[in-house]
């Protein structure tokens, strides 16, 4: 609908109405703008043209072209012919000898209350003439119609008589216009106010009271821009102003409203437990379960006290209790899980650079890998004595141990001397 309005705003404002009743009103046809060389002459009667209009259309203003032969009094009718009735008369006003437009006004004071201007509807069709009570000359054509702005000619007006008391229904069936101005607005609520000026042009509001000031008036208005939810409670004053909220309740006491508070303060994660009582605040958790009571709910505790790798083995029992290893696997069986061991086939033990599993003094650090005697043992690690010919031990790795083996050889020897 506003997209409408505003399609009709443009096209108003394409007609050139301007900004008040009488200002805004516009020449909309001239029904004779040539008329024809031989005038329609007599005396107490009028001519007339047949229009027909396709919208609703104000009348403001006519003027017709008249030669009064004798001086006299004019005035303009207008015919319904749906009905034949007389729909509108002005009053009669004084003519002199001449060739001249008759000027007659339609609304006399709309904009204050008024006379409001004739008001012609969607397919209505009408006789207007111009009447004279003397004598005198009125111009029309017969070359064709004219259709501007609305209004049609139809090349079918008629003599009317007579001045005091025109005939009704009306005369038609010649093929003339009778020279007439019609001035006006478009109106397609048929309030009397022009479209252009019209705060709801498609819905009749001759009040056209708008109660919140946005330029719409309020019988088109859906919206209270004052009061936007339509609560009853003022923008200014609502704590909801784009949600109905009448009871303006507020259960956390933050300045907005609960109909539009997605959080309630007190309790910020909405588990039905209020902030000062929540060991999770910030984390829904209704049971407040705290496996390692440390006041802060297994929700939102990232460390559990008991567990502080959380891989399901309290700490007193897991053999690496800051490295999560749940199979608490120990390969070296020294009471330190391989996951933070260097033991295990995959680990370096003895720290030299080469894994368990390839190293032939896995407890002996031995980078170099030696093996004297080619047996798979790593010299660190082999208790093999060799030696060579000097009778002296060539690995130096097993040269204490050697020494300590004599050692012991001549001890022994010595007691068994001193028992003889």
Known sequence: MRLYKLVLCSLFAAVGISSTAHAQATLLIDTAPQPDAAAVTGCNQGVSVHIRTSTNIAFTRLE????????GNA???IWDLS??????????????????????????????GGAQPFLAVPGGEYHVALMLSG?????????????SNGIETRA???????????????NSGLPIDARIRITGFLDL?????????????????????????????????????????NDL????DDNCPFDANANQADKDNDGLGDACDPKDDRDFDGDGVFNLQDNCPFAANADQADDDDDSAGDACDDNNGNDVDDDGDPNAMDNCPFVENPDQADADMDGVGDACDGGGAGGDTDNDGVANAEDNCPFAANPGQTDADGDGQGDECDLTIIVD????????????????VLLGLALARRRRTARK
């Open 83 to 112: 009905t034949g009735d007389i729909v509108h008369q002005t009053p009669a006003q004084a003519v002199v000898v001449g060739r001249q437009f008759v000027v007659a006004d339609l609304d006399t004071n709309a904009t204050l």
């Open 389 to 404: 010919g000097s009778g002296c031990a060539t690995h130096r790795g097993n040269s204490l141990l050697f020494t300590f």
């Open 189 to 229: 609520d048929g309030d009397g106010i022009s479209n252009s000026t019209d705060n709801c042009p498609v819905e009749p509001n001759f009040d056209q009271l708008d109660k919140d000031s946005d330029g719409q008036g309020d019988t088109c208005d859906n919206q209270d821009n004052r009061d936007l939810d």
């Open 233 to 236: 409670v003022f923008n200014v």
């Open 64 to 71: 017709g072209e008249i030669d009064p032969t004798a001086a």
């Open 156 to 170: 079918n007006g008629g003599i009317q008589a007579t001045f005091a008391s025109p005939n009704e229904p009306p």
């Open 135 to 147: 004598c005198g000359n009125w111009f029309q054509d017969t070359a064709t119609t004219e259709n």
């Open 75 to 77: 005035k303009f009718v």
